[in-house]
């Protein structure tokens, strides 16, 4: 498999906080990578590490198969584009005036792309307002148009649906899926947002203080989700007594509330519990989601 | 470098705090030839030359260079702009001429602006003549325009290094403020005479006599003497404000002519804040 970036044991340290702790990640060509980890775990401090506005403390990467150590770093790095925290844009001046200024410092000979990055992230019709006066979700668009202003074929996103409305994380995603499917963009997107980047990501890198736990493909993921039937019964004591009697997998999560594991004979579990006086309120079935999976994951990781 | 330069310069001229820099300078320029005018109708027979107006913009041009650097530079680390250099692949060292660059020509073009009304002003007939030579007006204007590159450059060593629009900001007004002070306090410390001057003065004694008392000059206390005064005399000549008050102001005084030397001083200088502007800024976490 071809890799647009590959790290190897990435360690930064401020003083005696290590933010990264030996990270070790592979961002496959083409894909959609969704970094996820909760606050602090050293997301953007990665980001920031490739994107050169930091140095590690020991460790290195390899963008395009160029160390980070090797004087033409900056030249693959040309082949890239980055959103870091918040979108990279000059406040005083239109959408079209930020397209154009990027174009300079790439030394592109032309504004001709401008108008069409305008519209793929649809802000033509913004004219003469100034990005100070832009929504949250422009900015963001516009800071994406910037990033993609030299053509690059990877893209790195961090956070970018913070604090978006609904609306505006719809836009994101449809455009990011855009880049990916149609340009063949490979997409390195960190989020909070489980369920939003479970709904774009072909690879997840699970990161927690400081190193990837878990690095996988979303087939992967979806084998190791299992599926499992919520129900809501009067007397979940009783409920355990029946399946640990039929020797199905469950798990109670409260007095009424248990996810079970499996797809036993309903009809026999039913009755097997109007014997024990326990009635049968709701069922559901139900995926394990991203969300749980990485609760579990980032669970079990502390643990160790 | 070159593309770095193209997109900076755009911005520049599209800067408005930069215009009304310009626009501040020029006003200055006319404010000082008018009363220089005035002055000359009020008083026709009085020969009143514009030499001491030449320079005298040159001493608030740190204060507005520390505004428009500010701003210039602190605007990129506030809106993250400096961020998509560095990602696109424009290494640090280049950032960091690049904004020295731009930011010496926008000094050295308000600077610029200043001197062209002050000697069109006089070219023209509204203010009198030069007393000075035109080869020493040449002289002077060209060592000042080494010594705002000088002080241009210390501003854009430390507004690369405070990632803070309003804290780099700050500093740097307040930095040119000090060294304002500092010059004068350097300048007229050197000054000081090493006797006091001697004088008499009449008293009138018991008996009713004027009596002549006369009193010698004795040793200033405040004279500075070997190696503080070389210290003194060093940043006299090296730090910008200090030239610029040298060049300034016509003392008959015992202090030695070094205004030949002040280009050489002031390259020393671009060179050492340079040499570790670059060095720090290659080292600095960018956020």
């Not at chain 1, 397209?99 to 001709?112: A, H, I, M, R, T």
């Not at chain 1, 007095?255 to 024990?276: G, H, I, R, W």
Request: net charge negative; charged share 20%.
């Amino acid at each position: 498999m071809e890799y647009v970036l590959k790290t190897n044991s990435l360690c930064k340290h401020y003083r005696h906080f290590k933010a990264l702790n030996g990270l070790t990640m592979n961002v496959p060509k083409g894909a959609i990578y969704g970094f996820v980890g909760k606050n602090g775990a050293g997301k953007t401090t990665l980001i920031r590490l490739i994107c050169g506005l930091q140095h590690p403390t020991s460790g290195d990467f390899e963008l395009y198969g160029i160390k980070n150590t090797d004087k033409t770093i900056s030249k693959s790095r040309r082949r890239m584009g980055a959103v870091v925290e918040t979108p990279s844009i000059y406040l005083d001046m239109t959408a079209e005036d930020n397209l154009k200024q990027q174009c300079c410092f790439l030394g592109v000979p032309s504004f001709d792309g401008v108008q069409d990055l305008l519209k793929l992230v649809g802000l033509e019709n913004t004219g003469k307002k100034k990005a100070k006066n832009f929504s949250l979700g422009m900015r963001q668009r516009l800071g994406i148009a910037v990033a993609l202003c030299g053509n690059p074929d990877f893209l790195i996103l961090d956070e970018p649906i913070n604090g978006l409305d609904p609306q505006g994380i719809i836009e994101i995603r449809e455009l990011i899926l855009k880049l990916n499917r149609e340009q063949q963009i490979t997409v390195l997107i960190s989020s909070h947002i489980l369920d939003e980047l479970s709904r774009l990501a072909t690879h997840y890198g699970f990161i927690d203080s400081g190193r990837i736990i878990k690095e996988m493909s979303a087939e992967e993921l979806e084998a190791a989700c299992r599926k499992c039937v919520r129900m809501t019964v009067t007397d979940t004591k009783a409920l355990a007594r029946v399946l640990n009697g039929m020797g199905i997998e469950y798990n109670i999560l409260d007095s009424t509330t248990a996810d079970v594991y499996a797809n036993p004979n309903f009809t026999k579990l039913t009755l097997a519990l109007a014997e024990e006086n326990c009635e049968v309120i709701t069922m559901e079935e139900r995926d394990e989601n991203l969300e749980s999976f990485y609760v579990n994951l980032v669970g079990g990781a502390e643990h160790e | 470098m070159s593309k770095l330069l193209r997109a900076d310069f755009v911005r520049l001229f599209k800067s408005k705090i930069f215009w009304l820099a310009m626009i501040f300078m020029a006003g200055l320029a006319s404010f000082a030839s008018w009363t220089k005018w005035q002055d000359s109708q009020d008083f026709p027979d009085h020969y009143n030359p514009p030499d001491g107006i030449l320079l005298a913009g040159a001493g608030f041009i740190g204060i507005v260079m520390a505004v428009v650097i500010g701003v210039f530079i602190g605007t990129d680390y506030s809106n993250g702009t400096i961020r998509n250099k560095h990602v696109i692949g424009h290494s640090r060292t280049a950032m960091y001429f690049s904004n020295l660059i731009i930011c010496v020509t926008a000094a050295e073009m308000i600077h610029i602006a200043y001197l062209t009304i002050i000697i069109g002003a006089s070219v023209l007939g509204i203010t009198r003549e030069f007393e000075m030579s035109a080869g020493n007006i040449a002289a002077l204007l060209l060592t000042s325009v080494f010594t705002v590159a000088a002080l241009t450059s210390v501003f854009v060593l430390v507004s690369m290094l405070i990632s803070s629009r309003t804290a780099g900001s700050v500093t740097l007004i307040i930095l040119s403020l000090a060294l304002i002070i500092a010059a004068n306090t350097i300048h007229y410390r050197l000054l000081e005479k090493e006797y006091t001057k001697p004088y008499s003065y009449t008293i009138t004694n018991e008996y009713g006599e004027e009596v002549e008392i006369e009193q010698e000059s004795v040793k200033n206390p405040k004279y500075l003497m070997g190696t503080k005064r070389k210290i003194y005399q060093f940043f006299d000549d090296i730090l910008p404000n200090n030239q610029i008050m040298q060049m300034t102001e016509d003392y008959e005084d015992d202090l030695p002519d070094h205004t030949a030397y002040f280009p050489v001083y002031s390259l020393v200088l671009i060179a050492v804040t340079t040499g570790a502007g670059v060095l720090l800024f290659r080292r600095k976490d960018l956020k």
